[in-house]
């Protein structure tokens, strides 16, 4: 009798979309405290393009022998459960798994993951924009938790890159710890930037107390920041060197249940935004990282495998 396989995307040898490859792996049995997820939708984010880049392969954070997986964010519905497993069979469930060093990710049929790395997606949230949420969502909340709450007098922040996945969300949350929030975004994202609570700017001067880059300016964002500010980064390791008695800290990104369930009843209940550009199928998984890398989405690609 042949063994059961999946569908997933992978990566042997990095050279951006076209060497995304779709393969079949063998469907394994969760063991005890993991479920497995049927998956309905994956988020394609940019840390994938740099996955299939070479990106992170070059700067030692993948070793897999044979192929990395691509995707990170999943929702879906668990198919089978392990002995302590406290998530049960037929939940519709969203995810997020972390790290790059995978033989397979969330672009894929399945997967097999820790019962407390999933939240339960509220029954009036779609599977397709609760996709959206864990990752984004997670790095938006981390993001805020690193300002904290607005000190008093020196509460304006910038967050770049306001109208993306990321700094939408940046915008929602760090309102609600005080700050006032001027999203730098392009002409075109006026009203929905504005929409989100948030003031609106397409060119920025110096003198903020605070940036917030999911942009990814760096440098050009940091000198934005007044003497004795804050900046606060996506990337570990990859953002500008502190300067002038600026704070300088970057996002770790892990999976946190108690978390994602409250960013996806969140979402569900229309605060926090969930935008889905389009829907691909796994084997348009290339066409979805070409789009992502010409920028200027409003939204993001999702895979239904």
Do not use: K
Request: negative net charge.
């Amino acid at each position: 009798m042949q063994a059961a396989t999946f569908r997933t995307a992978v990566v042997r040898v990095p050279n951006g979309p076209d060497s995304i490859e779709i393969i079949d792996v063998p469907v394994a049995e969760p063991g005890p405290g993991q479920v497995r997820v049927a998956i309905a939708a994956a988020t394609v984010n940019p840390t994938d393009l740099g996955v299939a880049a070479g990106f992170f392969h070059a700067i030692g954070m993948v070793e897999q022998p044979e192929h990395t997986g691509l995707g990170w964010e999943f929702a879906g519905v668990v198919d089978a459960a392990g002995p302590d497993a406290d998530v049960a069979v037929g939940t519709r469930v969203a995810g997020l798994v972390v790290g790059f060093d995978r033989d397979y990710g969330t672009y894929a049929e399945r997967i097999v993951v820790a019962a407390t790395d999933v939240a339960p997606v509220p029954d009036d949230l779609d599977l397709v924009a609760a996709t959206t949420v864990p990752l984004n969502g997670s790095a938006a909340a981390h993001a805020v938790d690193l300002l904290g709450d607005a000190p008093a007098g020196a509460a304006r922040l910038l967050v770049t890159g306001a109208a993306g996945a990321v700094g939408a969300n940046v915008a929602v949350l760090a309102r609600e710890r005080g700050w006032q929030v001027t999203g730098l975004a392009r002409g075109g994202d006026e009203e929905f930037v504005r929409g989100l609570g948030a003031d609106f700017t397409t060119r920025a001067e110096p003198g903020w107390d605070a940036v917030v880059d999911p942009a990814q300016l760096n440098d050009q964002a940091l000198g934005l920041v007044r003497d004795g500010g804050a900046y606060v980064g996506l990337r570990p390791g990859l953002g500008p060197a502190a300067e002038r008695g600026i704070s300088v800290a970057s996002v770790v990104t892990a999976s946190d249940r108690a978390r994602i369930a409250d960013l996806l009843a969140r979402a569900a209940a229309g605060d926090l935004p969930a935008r889905v550009h389009a829907v691909v199928g796994l084997d348009r998984a290339a066409d979805a990282h070409r789009a992502t890398a010409q920028g200027g989405l409003r939204g993001r690609y999702v895979i239904c495998p």
